[in-house]
């Protein structure tokens, strides 16, 4: 039974960074995506960035060049590190893992393990 520890969320103004972690642990062996997403109030779930085993990554479009998704294999731990925030990232920080897919991807569905989520609030 696979479980993801997430941690490193905060307050932070507008510009600023912070740097998420997700410790992972009773992954299958064969696995091969990891992924971050955030929920605002009352919506759903929406991926971040994703990253597969060989570290080919992937991100969203309103995170493109701020966001930057890493993992430590040996330590089986996910990062996000933040940088530039704006108000619009508030949000519940989620890891994710356990996808199969070849090709890494944002269906919530497609990952069977889930962080407890980690609060990020941006202020202007």
């Known amino acids: 039974q696979g479980l993801l520890l997430e941690s490193g969320g905060g307050s932070v103004q507008s510009g600023g960074s912070l740097r998420l972690s997700c410790a992972a642990s009773?992954?299958?062996?064969?696995?091969?995506?990891m992924g971050w997403f955030r929920q605002y109030p009352g919506q759903e779930r929406e991926g971040v960035a994703v990253i597969d085993r060989d570290g080919k990554t992937d991100y969203s479009d309103p995170v493109k060049g701020r966001f930057t998704i890493s993992q430590d294999i040996a330590n089986n731990t996910l990062y996000l590190q933040m940088d530039s925030l704006k108000p619009e990232d508030t949000a519940m920080y989620y890891c994710?893992?356990?996808?199969?897919?070849?090709?890494?991807?944002?269906?919530?569905?497609?990952?069977?393990?889930w962080g407890q989520g980690t609060q990020v609030a941006v202020s202007s």
């Open positions: 009773g992954l299958a062996a064969g696995t091969n995506c």
């Open positions: 994710a893992a356990d996808n199969y897919a070849r090709v890494c991807n944002y269906y919530t569905i497609a990952y069977s393990y």
